[in-house]
């Protein structure tokens, strides 16, 4: 229950916590107030019902005006309490989506590539909402209600003098209370399944919409629309036996509630011969309403709270989690130069690593070479020999199992992340750009950039015609992921914000691995002002993208299997001129008349759980 903390004491950090405190505890004295004033007021009716049997018209209008007067507080206080508590549920909700927030983006890509993207928002969604149901409908409903019905049972044994009255409402309230709880216990299955099938067909319905272009690509219109329905219906179905299990509880509530109803007053009758007097009875039939009225929901508010329960303990699970890849307690930001030699920016020292689904026979088994400043450096190498992982490691996405990566000297694993990260600019396979405008996208790389700052950038990745051919200019939305840009465009959009973001080092991730020769030569043009004067590291497969590459290095059983220039390697005669062999074979069996850019005959995945499906 920590989680619910915000709701009862909020945090000195949040926004007005001082004023949001004394309004947790407002809420609490209007509740109080409010069941004080519901208490006492059948009292008051009694007594002005006894004075009227006794012609007494000026003691019953006074204990009537008492008791509208009381009931008038009442409903007062409980629409108060409402009020208050608005600013504290909205403070509170905003703190806890912030930690959500917070906690998924601190959590390492390997966990994020592990789970459905839809789930888990679902998850945090329903998390957030159940501390709210569980505020409302647990500590502000049913623990008063709770609390009414003891007092009740100690004014019908104590004031009214009449102990079998307080046994019978005891023996009801308790005996609806656990049916109650039978009851939704056994529907709780129903409640599970239909929320199994519900986070189904959202995820179904978020696969398909993200992957729209396939859809079309196959004209799968048809078995998208067969698959969602079915899963649209088996929620359905699930609801209905939710509803019909629900208007059992109710109906079986209702006996035993009107079974309490006919006992008290039959007590209360029999006992008005002997020592009670009418405005007793009065009291009591006034008593009984009052307290099975919000007791009439108890089976609907339980099934709230038991859901509830079930969505936080899922929140729970998440916030639980603990990242993988944390800074050190005495991280420290990055030097501006490696000490030793301040030619050498990045090495990776005898590196050892494998994914946690891989055997510990694949990965990385002893990977070592260097960087120099202001150099570009290609890694090569056939699918699943771990290009890509390279970058990953570099970027502290995960950390190596044995040996280090190592910038300016220093291992990556002493650095805080964000400092290392705000060094390393990325231009990826695959750019994902917020459904935002293009503009907001491109000051991405810096979010305090002036309109020149990022006008010269444009220019410099060659966009702007581009930008100048939109009716809308840089404020066109590019659609989610980007869908209304091109593959070029895209990638133009993500040099010009790593060219924002000004980075010292620069990866190229099979940046063009992805685009036609035509459209890749006019994006080298760009990713060329984008090397210049930084230290580049590019992952290919094209090799006639890295031909200039001041060093190329060839992967090959997790290991460098051969390094050196263009010129060198294929003097060599080894795995690299084996590859370019097969790839200028594969250019002239197509008759193509351009170099090697456009041509590939490795994969684009690199290793299990590299690129992340979103579900």
């Known amino acids: 229950m920590k989680i619910l903390k915000p709701y009862f004491w909020p945090e000195k950090t949040a926004t007005s916590a001082t004023l949001n405190r004394f309004r947790a505890i407002t809420t609490w004295l209007c509740v109080i107030a409010s069941k004080a004033c519901s208490l006492t007021a059948p009292i008051l009716l009694g007594k002005a019902s006894t004075a009227l049997t006794r012609f007494d018209y000026e003691t019953a209008i006074r204990f009537s005006i008492f008791y509208a007067v009381t009931q008038l507080a009442a409903s007062s206080f409980k629409e ?21 927030f917070n906690h998924l983006h601190s959590l390492s890509l390997d966990w994020h590539l592990r789970k459905k993207l839809g789930e888990v928002i679902r998850m945090m969604d329903r998390g957030i909402a159940a501390c709210d149901s569980l505020m409302k409908y647990l500590f502000l409903w049913l623990v008063p209600a709770i609390a009414e019905c003891i007092l009740v049972t100690i004014i019908f044994a104590s004031y009214f003098d009449y102990f079998p009255l307080a046994v019978s409402v005891f023996f009801f309230v308790f005996s609806y209370i656990v049916w109650t709880v039978l009851v939704t216990l056994w529907r709780k299955k129903f409640r599970k399944q239909v929320a199994k099938s519900d986070n189904d067909w959202h995820d179904k319905c978020t696969d398909s919409l993200i992957n729209f272009q396939t859809v079309k690509y196959f004209t799968a219109e048809e078995y998208e629309k067969k698959r969602f329905a079915a899963s649209v219906e088996k929620f359905q179905m ?78 729970s699970e998440i916030l639980a989690e603990n990242p993988d890849v944390v800074d050190a307690p005495d991280a420290m930001t990055v030097p501006p130069k490696n000490p ?45 020999e771990g290009k890509t992982t ?78 100048d051919s939109l009716p809308e200019g840089w404020d066109t939305m590019v659609g989610d992921r980007g ?56 992952i290919a497969h094209r090799l006639g993208t890295i031909r200039n590459a001041d060093n190329i290095i060839v992967l090959g059983d997790g290991k460098v299997a051969e390094e050196g220039t263009h010129e060198e390697l294929l003097a060599l005669g080894g795995k690299y001129a084996e590859m370019w062999n097969m790839q200028l074979h594969s250019a002239r069996g197509n008759n193509s008349t351009a170099d090697l850019n456009g041509v590939a005959t490795e994969g684009d995945v690199e290793s299990p759980g590299e690129e992340k499906k979103v579900q």
Request: aromatic residues 6%; hydrophobic residues 45%; glycine residues 6%.
């Open 238 to 315: 699930g609801s209905v036996n939710v509803q019909a299990s629900l208007s059992f509880l109710n109906i079986s509530q209702q006996i035993l509630l009107q079974s309490c109803l006919a006992t008290c007053l039959s007590l209360a009758i029999m006992s008005i011969r002997d020592r009670l007097e009418v405005g007793d009875f009065v009291a009591v039939l006034s008593y009984t309403i009052n307290l099975f009225m919000p007791l009439n929901y108890l089976g609907s508010v339980y099934n709230m709270i038991v859901m509830s329960m079930v969505d936080l303990a899922n929140l």
């Open 390 to 467: 390279v970058s990953r490691l570099l970027f502290r996405f995960y950390d190596v199992l044995g040996g280090a990566v190592k910038i300016n000297g220093v291992d990556v694993r002493s650095l805080k992340q964000k400092s290392l990260r705000g060094v390393i600019g990325v231009v990826p396979q695959n750019t994902s750009l917020f459904n935002d405008s293009l503009k907001n996208n491109i000051k991405y790389g810096k979010q305090d950039a002036t309109d020149e700052e990022i006008m010269q950038v444009i220019e410099d990745a060659q966009l702007k015609s581009f930008i």
């Open 80 to 100: 108060a309490q409402s009020l208050v508590y608005l600013r504290v549920g909205q403070a509170a909700f905003v703190q806890l989506s912030e930690l959500a």
């Open 340 to 384: 030793a030699d301040e030619n050498d920016v990045i090495e990776f020292d005898d590196v050892r690593f494998h994914y946690p689904t891989q055997p510990d026979t694949k990965g990385l088994k002893g990977l070592s070479f260097k960087m120099k400043k202001g150099t570009m450096t290609a890694v090569v190498g056939p699918t699943g």
């Open 483 to 538: 869908l209304k840009l091109s593959g070029g465009e895209k990638q133009r959009t993500a040099i010009a914000r790593c060219l924002l973001k000004n980075p010292s080092i620069v990866v190229l991730d099979e940046a063009t691995s992805a685009l036609d020769t035509v459209t890749e030569n006019s994006v080298q043009d760009a990713l060329d002002r984008l090397g210049s004067d930084r230290t580049v590291l590019v």
